[in-house]
């Protein structure tokens, strides 16, 4: 639905040149929820700005379901863009505007007569939850229901597309799950593509399919979200994982890490559980099978994309041959990965 | 008080109203616009223009730094071209306008300055045209801050039009100059005085009414 094909945009900052973003290639499957994830300066904001052309590209190709958006006259782009919804970290509401007049907006641009307004905007009042708010102006609500004015703005125009630019940075976290709920109903339902920008490692375990780390302005991996979580490959995603499933270490174990084996050490060890696996007694199995300690570092089980993941961090103490056919054991079962040991 | 006094003052402050009303009202029919371009041809803006925004920032400048008794005598040949005369409470409306344009445009291009550019890119991701922005997003998202501008405008103009004896306007300034200053009339110059006050009150509060009336944002 969503093509990028060796974006790049270059910023002059006081005569220097920055990067914001280089050679970005990226595929948004049709109906899909897209995250790309990254930390503040990665070049997110820019990289979602080029997919409706708020941001000139400075080369490469923008397809927007099956359009070139860089070879679209201002004309052209503008029709275009009624088939693209957006929405931001800080909701852009017009204040002067009530939640009615503000999801009208779009339609109104369009030149929508009121009776066609009127038969669009009240399902969308509906689906928001913003009946009781429909005479209200944006000042009177709270941040979560200002975002679902945003939404229902955005979906006013019946878009293929809906692209969120931080969209749930500035909610605290109650409201951020209400809101990420609305999106996933709205992608499931109204079968709309979106893609999300966020640094929140929370949005993508949420309601994303698929995920893509962007680093400097180019993408340094992409994966569904399972596997993303399963299997980190750089120490960047390695980090975002971490951050989402508060993974870290006691105080007291840390002190004594050490990323080297030495004499009488004992491995650390992470374990990721999947599915089914998740309610598995696998450590007691291995301990009794070979006779090893388990110390439970860090316990943790998240739902990611819909399913079960346990996280576990263990020291694994006994004889070297038995610590390594339990790891053994363990390997044939789940993911397991030696972090550092400790002595 | 004599009855003549009392029809000296009503006169006066009728030709204060008239050359205040109208001139107000014509500079804030071309000024708002000129604000309006001023603000979208700036860099980055949504119709940037360097050549035009540096052209019409230096007109309005230049406009804005003549002393307004200057202005007044200076544009003599454009009064009489535009309203055939040089002389009275019309012809003193030429340069009142003149003097408010500008004015009013850096006002609206700061009150415009004030809405937020998230709004606009929102309104440019739905497809909005230039045109559509400035209509539907920029001047009803700035229309308190405008109404202040229009009120801070009209009661300039007030002062300014004191100036307009000068040309022969009449008006309450020069009742005051002349009756009040020149003939020695301290009751007359009280009298003056007083209804400026109330003039300027009254057109304070409308304008604080109106712009609370459109403020959404509280």
Redesign the interface.
């Known amino acids: 639905m969503i093509e990028l094909k060796n974006l790049t945009k270059v910023f002059k900052v006081g005569g220097r040149e920055l990067k914001a973003l280089d050679g970005i290639n990226l595929t948004v499957p049709e109906g899909s929820i897209y995250g790309v994830i990254g930390s503040s300066g990665a070049g997110k904001s820019t990289l979602i700005r080029c997919v ?1 052309m ?1 941001e000139r590209p400075g080369s490469g190709r923008v397809i927007v379901d099956g359009q070139d958006l860089t070879q679209l006259t201002g004309k052209e ?6 088939n ?3 929405i ?1 970290q ?1 909701f ?1 509401l ?4 009530t939640v009615y007049q503000n999801i009208a ?2 339609l ?3 030149g929508a007569s009121s009776q066609e307004i009127e038969t669009a905007v009240i399902p969308l009042l509906d689906l928001t939850g913003l009946k009781e708010k429909r005479d209200s ?3 009177q609500l709270s941040g979560g229901q200002k975002q679902r004015v945003a939404i229902a ?1 955005a979906l006013a ?1 019946k878009p293929k597309v809906l ?1 969120c630019d931080e969209a749930t940075s500035a909610l605290d976290p109650q409201t951020t799950r209400s809101i990420l709920g609305l999106l996933k109903d709205i992608n499931r339902e109204l079968k709309i593509t979106v893609l999300i920008i966020t640094h929140e490692m929370d949005v993508v375990k949420t309601i994303c399919d698929r995920v893509a780390i962007l680093s400097h302005g180019q993408l340094i991996e992409e994966n569904d979200v399972e596997s993303f979580f399963l299997n980190p490959k750089t120490e960047l995603s390695r980090e975002f994982v971490c951050s989402a499933i508060h993974q870290k270490p006691a105080a007291e174990v840390e002190s004594r890490f050490q990323s080297e084996p030495t004499e009488g050490s004992r491995p650390v060890v992470r374990i990721t559980f999947v599915g089914r696996r998740v309610v598995e007694p696998l450590i007691t199995r291995a301990a009794r099978q070979f006779g090893t300690d388990f110390v439970i570092l860090q316990a943790d089980i998240e739902t990611v994309h819909g399913k079960s993941m346990g996280f576990l961090m263990v020291e694994i103490m006994g004889e070297e041959s038995d610590v390594e056919a339990s790891m053994t054991f363990l390997r044939d079962n789940v993911q397991v990965e030696v972090v550092g040991y400790v002595s | 008080m004599s009855a003549d006094s009392w029809l000296l003052l009503g006169k006066a402050l009728w030709e204060t109203l008239y050359m205040t009303v109208v001139s107000g009202g014509l500079s804030f029919l071309f000024g708002i616009p000129l604000g309006v371009l001023l603000y979208i041809t700036k860099p980055g803006r949504i119709k940037e223009n360097a050549v035009l925004n540096s052209v019409l920032g230096a007109i309005v400048n230049a406009t804005r730094s003549v002393p307004f008794i200057i202005l007044l005598v200076a544009i003599i040949p454009l009064t009489r071209l535009l309203v055939g005369t040089s002389i009275g409470t019309t012809a003193a409306i030429v340069p009142l306008t003149l003097a408010a344009i500008p004015f009013v445009a850096r006002i609206a291009e700061g009150a415009i300055n004030e809405v937020p550019f998230g709004l606009v890119e929102a309104a440019q991701s739905m497809g909005a045209t230039p045109l559509q922005i400035v209509s539907r997003v920029l001047l009803p998202e700035a229309r308190p801050g405008l109404i202040n501008g229009m009120t801070i405008t009209l009661v300039t103009l007030v002062s300014y039009s004191a100036m307009a004896g000068a040309i022969g306007g009449g008006g309450l300034g020069d009742l005051g100059i002349r009756y009040g200053y020149q003939r020695f009339d301290g009751v007359i110059m009280l009298a003056t005085v007083v209804v400026l006050i109330v003039l300027v009150q009254l057109i304070q509060s409308i304008g604080d009414r109106l712009q609370n009336y459109y403020d959404r944002t509280r």
Do not use: D, Q
């Open positions: 409706n708020l782009l503008r029709l275009v863009r009624h693209i919804g957006m931001f800080h852009n017009l204040s002067s505007r907006l779009p109104e641009l369009a102006y944006p000042s703005r125009s692209l």
